[in-house]
């Protein structure tokens, strides 16, 4: 019917993201391309009011545009938008999605949904809308952003992941930003039974959009080995809201708001370290460095140029990060000079490569080494201690088979499938129905040091807060100390 009459209708807005309870001026328009007789009734908002909000009727002449506006005020219980498959926890590799009708739809209702309501030749005609933000881009495009509904803050933890010794306190960091002037109320961290939190809440007043501001909050955490999920939370006006903000935006795909729960994973843990001082070098880009500075180690971040036998001599441990030798050219000519580090008593350790024609080097290691495309995807996959009286299993912390629970999204990849005798297979793992494999954590001896190269993917379970994870590595870093 729409269709046939050539009725094209379009609701807009000044701006795409509103607040609940705040009011927002709606802008109607509608044309005709045919000489039918069309009333424009006037504008429904369901489950909201159902009364039109206007009741003059307009009749819509060929080809005259008709227009009307209102201002309308959001309810304060209208949820914020946030993608249907993520609006509640999930399992690995699962989403959570309560209502069943949602699943297979490509994305979310109107967050603000309207009727618009003709009468053609007697009959009522019912034509569902939301509204649009139109804006140009750059390239001169006009393109229409859907209504999000936000809150008037987001909150943000300053890390992810914090790391505790059992019973101990220290600081976290929260930020909150304002999306709406005038923002005030209290901030407070919501926390399991057994870690408690100081202060109880602090007061925030954020004047202007956009302002910044961040809060301490002391954590003490259980005496014993926990995990917890602490939560930012901001109060105003009666109203909590839990949300951080995460915006994605492309050129060629739809502008895309995410808000998911403002939280951090702290981790109690045993874990003892003995290197203090360790070198990371980047590779394609992981968090590992973070990780290191969690378990209580200091951290220098170290470019090709810092590789040389009296920089690296300051160093109890040195760690090369994910792809290093995929992506970087300055290094192949630095390895004689790690491994000169490693010879004169340090201990280094090189996280996985991917083998094929960007890797930079074959001799990635003081012994020889080949990389392979073998992996380990099932993330709960038994692990065998291939030398259980290994120092990497017993020093300084004593490794179990706990250590592998909660590791997330796959165990390793890209491991080794040939290495030369000086090297030592610590762990043997594997997918259902395929043979063990060996390469996923090498330990060799090269003059008074150590050199350890791993395929396990702690660039995942590091950030992650696998307990287990951070032990293991603690380990590795400890090497010879």
């Not at 802008?27 to 009011?49: D, F, Q, Y």
């Not at 959001?74 to 069943?100: A, H, I, K, N, S």
């Not at 009468?119 to 139109?134: A, C, H, N, S």
């Not at 080097?361 to 201690?385: C, H, K, M, W």
Request: aromatic residues 8%.
């Amino acid at each position: 019917m729409q269709a046939c009459l050539g009725l094209k209708i379009e609701t807009t807005m000044a701006q795409a993201e509103i607040v609940p309870g705040e009011p927002m001026e709606l802008h109607h328009a509608a044309v005709v391309h045919s000489s039918i007789l069309v009333r424009w009734i006037g504008t429904r908002h369901p489950g909201i009011k159902e009364e039109f909000t206007s009741t003059a009727a307009i009749n819509l002449t060929a080809n005259q545009p008709a227009s009307r506006t209102e201002t309308i005020t959001l309810p304060v219980t209208t949820p914020l938008r946030q993608p249907y498959w993520l609006r509640e926890e999930g399992t690995p590799g699962m989403f959570r999605v309560d209502d069943p009708s949602l699943i297979g739809t490509p994305e979310n209702a109107p967050g603000f949904p309207m009727e618009q309501v003709f009468v053609v030749g007697g009959r009522q005609l019912v034509i569902p809308d939301e509204p649009v933000q139109v804006v140009t881009n750059a390239a001169g495009n006009e393109i229409r952003h859907r209504l999000d509904v936000i809150p008037p803050v987001s909150l943000q933890f300053a890390s992810d992941v914090e790391v505790f010794s059992p019973g101990k306190s220290h600081s976290v960091e929260v930020a909150i930003v304002a999306a709406r002037a005038n923002s005030a109320g209290t901030l407070r961290l919501e926390a399991p039974t057994g870690w408690s939190i100081s202060p109880a809440k602090q007061a925030f007043d954020l004047k202007t959009v956009g302002e910044r501001k961040q809060f301490a909050f002391t954590i003490t955490a259980p005496t014993q080995a926990a995990t917890a999920k602490i939560i930012a939370s901001a109060e105003i006006g009666g109203v909590r809201y839990r949300n951080q903000r995460e915006e994605i935006s492309y050129p060629h795909i739809p502008r895309q708001l995410l808000q998911p729960l403002a939280s951090m994973k702290a981790v109690s843990l045993d874990l003892a370290v003995r290197a203090k001082k360790v070198g990371y070098v980047p590779g394609a880009g992981d968090t590992v460095a973070d990780a290191l500075r969690q378990m209580g180690c200091e951290v220098t971040m170290l470019g090709g140029e810092d590789l040389t036998a009296n920089r690296l001599k300051d160093f109890d441990a040195v760690v090369i990060g994910v792809r290093a030798f995929n992506v970087r050219t300055d290094l192949v000519s630095r390895l004689p000079a790690l491994f000169a580090y490693v010879e004169s008593g340090g201990n280094l350790i090189e996280q996985y490569n991917r083998p094929g024609n960007d890797l930079k080097t074959n001799q990635l290691a003081p012994y020889s080494l080949r990389l392979s495309g073998d992996r380990v995807t099932d993330e709960n996959a038994a692990i065998t201690f291939l030398v259980p009286e290994h120092p990497v299993l017993n020093t300084p912390n004593k490794i179990t088979q706990a250590d592998f629970d909660g590791w997330v999204q796959e165990r390793g990849i890209y491991f080794p499938n040939q290495w030369d005798e000086h090297f030592t297979p610590i762990l043997a793992c594997n997918d259902a129905g395929e043979s063990p494999l060996k390469g996923g954590l090498l330990v060799a001896q090269y003059g008074k040091g150590y050199f350890v190269y791993t395929g396990l993917v702690f660039f995942r379970e590091l950030p992650a807060g696998v307990p287990g994870a951070y032990r293991l590595f603690a380990n590795l870093i400890s090497l010879g100390k």
